[in-house]
């Protein structure tokens, strides 16, 4: 059971767009605590993708955006491409478990 | 850019220490701007933080496996590690080393990775 909650998986055809949620509460997100994803490509290691909760990295495509409010917040991608398929994960920090967590990642499989 | 990647034993019997090793090329680990951690992905499911060091030495565990781990960081040798006590088969996982920037505090994110290191527990 992760502390964020994200759906197991979503799906879309190439060209359309998904949205992926992040839900936390009140000792997380809600606590105003920024949140960051990640995707993972089949047997590779997470890459960051978006930080602080509407950032991208230099190399990220502005297809990928991110947004954030109260306890929730989104990933969004645009233009889907068959190379978006990939896992993707929320992170941020919890104040009662002391340390950063992680939601329970999202398969993303385009169509 | 700095590059991080995982060594160590990859498979271990029940009740065994883990060990693994993190070594930090094209930068220096001995940077007050960074925190350097260890995360792990137990096959097909999700992120578990376990914890992180600074150059200085300090640290701090995620408070579920606390009894268990010990980080360490040798300057010296540009590398940090990991010592997981007393394994069991739930601590089957890809472990990962990350990068932290201090800058933002708790609101922080993890990058680069390492590109992990599958360890497997089984007698």
């Known amino acids: 059971q992760s502390v964020l909650t994200q759906p197991p998986s979503v799906s879309g055809a190439p060209g359309q767009r998904v949205t992926i949620s992040c839900t936390g509460s009140?000792?997380?997100?809600?606590?105003?605590?920024?949140v960051h994803w990640y995707q993972q490509l089949p047997g590779t290691a997470p890459k960051l993708l978006i930080y602080t909760n509407t950032n991208r990295p230099s190399g990220v495509p502005d297809r990928f955006s991110g947004s954030k409010s109260g306890t929730s917040a989104s990933l969004t991608i645009t233009g889907l491409q068959a190379d978006d398929e990939a896992d993707y994960y929320c992170q941020s920090y919890d104040t009662l478990l002391r340390g950063w967590v992680f939601g329970g990642g999202t398969k993303l499989t385009v169509l | 850019q700095v590059q991080l990647q995982e060594s160590g034993p990859r498979l271990l019997k029940p009740s065994q220490t883990l060990s693994l090793t993190c070594t930090v090329s094209?930068?220096?680990?001995?940077?007050?701007?960074?925190?350097w951690n260890w995360i792990r992905q137990p096959a097909g499911k999700g992120l578990e933080w376990i914890g992180r060091?600074?150059?200085?030495?300090?640290?701090i565990y995620n408070p579920s496996l606390e009894s268990r781990v010990s980080i360490s960081v040798d300057t010296s040798k540009n590398q940090f590690s990991l010592r997981l006590t007393s394994v069991t088969a739930a601590d089957t996982a890809v472990y990962y080393c990350?990068?932290?920037?201090?800058?933002?505090?708790?609101?922080?994110?993890?990058?680069?990775w390492g590109q992990g290191t599958l360890v497997t527990v089984s007698s």
């Open positions: 060091i600074y150059f200085s030495g300090s640290i």
């Open positions: 990350a990068r932290v920037n201090v800058g933002a505090g708790k609101n922080n994110w993890f990058d680069p």
């Open positions: 009140s000792s997380n997100t809600g606590a105003g605590y920024d």
């Open positions: 094209g930068g220096s680990i001995n940077n007050n701007n960074y925190y």
